[in-house]
């Protein structure tokens, strides 16, 4: 009687995850894969974050702390986003949990009811809609494609938006799309808002610090928004932190205390050491955070250009994070004699078995047409891997 429950049998398996995991078992069998899937910087933590871990760890910061994390880490966080966002906050308004990852889900649980909608712009980050189905929420989709830059319209906002829509959760910079809203473009979609006050923004701002074209905007920059607005951000991608897992969210002082009582019963507070070394990378130098930047930008100059000469992908300039959207869907129908290629799904697996190259398929991105590549990697990697990719995709016909 191995009954699993409804909320488990409804989820899908993470597909980054999944294709990760493929890649380490052909590595582990001797094949020379070079692994686009994953999420995460290829640089080491800093050294000055690594020394006040280890300090910690001498101090004796080994015990259970506060829920929401230490109030040191939750005055960091305040100065940060006084100093880089010019947004107000108390260390009441803060909340830390393992990632960002928890951030949204704790948000998502606290917020959505059985049969409330959530708006996901698509392609989303394969996790949300599957939150919203563990909260028995609906995730409405709102599809940007390529032509518009996979940023979504204030047209199509106000479209989606019906009696009940509880939350938008909004992601800029984007996984998978590298796609980053302007000021501009996210005061269009603020104008849309303010008519719906039941409506909770979620804005996952994890990528802010991987940008090309200059400052980072937030939705919680509106006065008129900003009470109903959760900032989520985190150490991992900025910092080169993921597997420290230190998130946070920043919002009105209601919604953390309900996601400081959810966490409260089943994690408690994150990691006592990978605290004090997140207050270190947000009150430390952050000429580390700009070196990382500037390699991520050339390797997106690197990538785009040797893409954009692959016959049969169409590919946009991302502008933040560091993932490239090739449109491929000109390859589904065709054949190596061997494989035939039904969707991008097909494509990542002839890719991996061909080519050698690891990367995601779109569809669990809420992105068919495409494929998503991480070029969190080498330069030599990246050149590497598109010379494989032409010549596995050159075969199909």
């Known amino acids: 009687m191995n009954h699993l429950s409804d909320r488990l049998n409804s989820l899908l398996p993470s597909a980054t995850l999944a294709m990760s995991q493929k890649s380490s078992e052909l590595k582990a069998q ?75 889900c704790n948000a998502v649980l606290a917020l959505v009811n059985p049969g409330d909608e959530v708006i996901v712009p698509a392609p989303y980050w394969v996790s949300y809609p599957e939150m919203v189905k563990l909260a028995e929420g609906v995730p409405v989709i709102v599809s940007a494609g390529i032509e518009q830059d996979f940023k979504i319209t204030p047209a199509q906002l106000e479209a989606a938006i019906t009696p009940k829509t509880r939350a938008l959760i909004l992601c800029s910079p984007s996984n998978p ?27 996952d701002e994890i990528y802010e610090h991987i940008n090309y074209i200059g400052k980072h905007q937030s939705l919680a920059q509106f006065p008129e928004l900003k009470e109903r607005t959760v900032v989520v951000n985190g150490v991992s991608k900025a910092y080169a932190m993921t597997g420290w897992r230190i998130g946070f969210i920043a919002g009105p002082e209601w919604i953390i205390k309900a996601c400081n009582k959810l966490q409260g019963q089943y994690t408690s507070g994150p990691c006592s050491v990978s605290q004090k070394a997140a207050e270190a990378a947000y009150t430390g130098t952050q000429e580390p955070v700009e070196e990382m930047r500037k390699a991520f930008q050339r390797r997106r100059d690197l990538i785009v250009n040797l893409a954009k000469e692959v016959p049969g992908f169409e590919v946009n300039v991302p502008q933040g ?73 050159a075969r199909l016909h």
């Open 177 to 203: 799309t590298g796609s980053v809203y302007s000021q501009e473009e996210l005061a269009a979609l603020a104008a849309v808002l303010v008519k719906h006050p039941r409506v909770i923004i979620i804005a």
């Open 30 to 104: 001797g094949v020379d894969v070079i692994n686009l899937s994953v999420g995460e910087p290829d640089f080491n933590t800093p050294d000055h974050i690594k020394e006040a871990a280890k300090k910690a760890i001498d101090e004796n910061y080994s015990r259970y702390s506060p829920v929401p994390g230490y109030p040191a880490l939750r005055n960091a966080i305040v100065a940060k986003l006084k100093n880089e966002n010019g947004l107000e906050y108390s260390a009441a308004q803060i909340s830390c949990a393992n990632g960002a990852k928890q951030t949204i």
């Open 321 to 393: 994070a560091f993932y490239l959207l090739p449109k491929c869907s000109s390859f589904f129908g065709k054949s190596d004699g061997t494989y035939t290629i039904k969707n991008s799904d097909d494509l990542a697996l002839y890719l991996l078995d061909v080519a050698h190259v690891a990367c995601v398929g779109g569809d669990s991105f809420g992105a068919p047409d495409c494929i998503r590549m991480s070029y969190a990697t080498s330069d030599e990697n990246i050149i590497e891997a598109i010379r494989r990719i032409k010549e596995a995709l």
